[in-house]
């Protein structure tokens, strides 16, 4: 009977996997089978590079979904495009810390069985390395290599501080795991570069709760005066505008307490406002709101 290939092991039968371990000698088997596929690619890179010294493996990257609400081998599409919208932005933020020229897309393939997995392929091609030596050189995996140790800090609940100055790829992080969170989903995330060697990462409720906790805020509360002409009155809010800078919008507490103000629309005004600033652990500046205080000067003096 022919043997077939199982998307879940980068296209492998997994009694290859165990055929492949008993040819090494079997000493010291590792209980995932990742590991094992990763032998088999080595395995087969080595015997390809015999008969063709430039030749490569077909990279591949998968994201393999799990929970209860997926079937195996489907995904809802709203969800794929959630998902796919959350890693772009990873890869945006991580194609900028590492001051890639390029963001590197990836391409749907298709869809597999083994709860749902995506089997990406990376639209960038490998290079050889520009100073002349003659070493392939993948930018896709370095840019994966920094994914991995994102979401390995993440699931690992360690300090992400490490990461505060790349703001763009923590917060693409936040946008993943809030989709994951959504759906009550993990991802299992798996990479296979040219030359068979692999890496791993996933994001699981631990990453979920603690992604979470590092984005709750605390509020930094600073008075300042605001000169400005009022353009526009709503109930719970006015806005001022500076001379030629933008517009600020300013909250006035209380249900519709800015009718009690008797501004002037189209006037000049001063007021004090308190500008709260919500930053979270990480150092991110998540918001900020100008709440009214009273006015600057006497309310005579000003109209």
Sequence with gaps: MSRQPDDRYFGHDPRDLEELWERLGGAGRPDDEVDLVEALDVNHYETLREYHPDGRMVRYLSLRLFGERVKPGELDTYVTKEIFSGFDSEVAGAAKALRMRTVPTFALSHITAGSAVLHLKPSMPEVTDPDGLEVTVDPVDGLIELL?????????????????????????????????????????????????????????SRARRHVRQLWDSDRLRTERTITGRVVEISLNSFTIKEGHKRKLEIHVEGEEAVLGLNLPLGNTVSVRVDEIDAVNLLGIRMQKRLVFVGYAGTHDQLF
């Design 148 to 204: 991995t140790r994102l979401h390995d800090a993440a699931e690992n609940e360690e300090d992400l501080r490490e990461f505060s100055d790349h703001e763009q790829m923590l917060r693409a992080l936040r946008e993943l795991v809030s989709v994951l969170e959504r759906h009550n989903l993990s991802l299992d995330m798996r990479w296979r570069t040219g030359d068979g060697r692999h890496r791993r990462s996933q994001l699981t």
